[in-house]
């Protein structure tokens, strides 16, 4: 099971001193979690895509590549690789070459976005999203696979003899979880092709994640990849986390009441009851995230949003502190105990190579045996 931290990056008003750090700020403080992440005993760092005001991070690779000179064991991942208006051969290109800067510890997750205007910015029509998510994809798919790759689709120019550079190191891409809040046939993409699926798991009821993973699940079955119980599925989640439930309450409701998603609707307490938004202690906190097995079954990755709203920076690094020491040590240990043989673990450039390493030598030996 691996644990981390995903950031928005967004520029949001301190409600409770009216302060809004500005963009050099962020960026900074962004670098400053990554680091402290894995001082606390987290797995993965994974940055959001935006090309808009309030949010700051446009270049996640330039990003990514900075904080993987600062760490050592780190996955580095987006939280959104906006696919429909990327271009897949600047998309293979630049995590590929990542890659081979972070020594592997690399992924990414594709996802649309939820900015409608981003799609006239980089010349697409936003009433095409899906069908551009699966031609970009199919295109990228196969430029990290093949040296040398002749195309033609709807959305962008031909490909003749093209070959995407850098290669993939050890011959092996990034692996992809494709990310979605709402959309089945994003659940479909990431079984078709046996990559990981991630639910935000943020905004909507149980019941919906519930469905959207199940349907991935038996999709990715029905493709051949596994059992449905062998699917990689990925979580999201929001938390808050102070020694007692009610300093933890206290604390962060003038930060959801003014913050830009949450404010002017439903009250803290309603949406931590309607939604996984988790506000408490380290013991809430753990069991709300072990109750997440209940209704999406083993899973292979947990992201915890800590960062968003305003919140200072000093605030943001205590909840990592305390998530690194009095949470995470106990859902490892449960999560592990908890998981049946066969569920494979979270995804890994070593263990993905080793893998691939050890299917060829199958292959080769029953060519020998026939």
Same mark, same amino acid.
Request: charged share 25%; net charge negative; proline share 7%.
């Given at each position: ?91 293979? /290109?630049? @995590? %590929?070459? !990542?890659?081979? =800067?972070?020594?592997?510890? +690399?992924?990414?997750?594709? $996802? *649309?976005?939820? &900015? ?18 699966? /031609?970009? @994809? %199919?295109? !990228?798919?196969? =430029?990290?696979?093949?040296? +040398?790759?002749?195309?033609? $689709? *709807?959305?962008? &120019? ?213």
């Amino acid at each position: 099971m691996q644990f981390g931290i995903f950031t928005v990056g967004d520029r949001t008003t301190d409600p409770t001193n009216g302060s809004t750090p500005d963009e050099y700020r962020r960026i900074k403080a962004m670098v400053e979690i990554a680091v402290k992440a894995e001082e606390a005993g987290f797995d993965v760092f994974a940055t959001g895509e935006h090309h808009n005001p309030p949010f700051v991070p446009s270049s996640p690779t330039t990003l990514l590549g900075h904080i993987a000179a600062r760490t050592e064991r780190l996955i580095l991942s987006t939280s959104t690789t906006l696919i429909t208006t990327n271009d897949p051969v600047k998309i293979a /290109e630049d @995590y %590929a070459f !990542l890659q081979h =800067l972070a020594d592997g510890r +690399v992924d990414l997750m594709m $996802g *649309r976005g939820n &900015t409608g205007p981003v799609y006239p910015w980089f010349g697409q029509d936003i009433r095409q999203g899906i069908p551009l998510a699966v /031609e970009n @994809y %199919a295109l !990228l798919h196969r =430029l990290w696979r093949e040296d +040398v790759v002749d195309w033609q $689709g *709807r959305f962008r &120019t031909a490909l003749q003899g093209f070959t995407a550079t850098p290669r993939p190191l050890d011959g092996v891409p990034p692996f992809v979880w494709h990310g979605s809040i709402r959309s089945p046939e994003i659940a479909e993409q990431a079984a078709y092709y046996g990559d990981g699926f991630f639910a935000n798991h943020i905004f909507w009821p149980k019941q919906h994640t519930a469905r959207m993973v199940d349907l991935y699940r038996r999709r990715f079955a029905h493709y051949g990849h596994g059992t449905p119980e062998q699917a990689i599925v990925g979580l999201g989640g929001h938390v808050f986390v102070r020694r007692n439930s009610q300093d933890a309450v206290r604390e962060f409701r003038p930060y959801f009441d003014h913050a830009p998603v949450y404010g002017g609707g439903p009250s803290l307490e309603e949406y931590m009851r309607e939604t996984p938004m988790t506000v408490g202690s380290p013991q809430q906190i753990i069991d709300r995230t072990l109750s997440f097995r209940e209704y999406v079954g083993d899973y292979q990755r947990q992201l915890f949003l800590v960062d968003s709203g305003g919140l200072p920076q000093k605030t943001v690094l205590e909840q990592l502190d305390l998530l690194g020491e009095e949470v995470l040590p106990v859902l490892r240990k449960e999560f592990a105990a908890l998981r049946p043989a066969g569920v494979p673990e979270g995804p890994t450039h070593a263990a993905r190579v080793a893998r691939r390493d050890a299917d060829a030598e199958r292959a080769a030996e029953d060519a020998r045996g026939a």
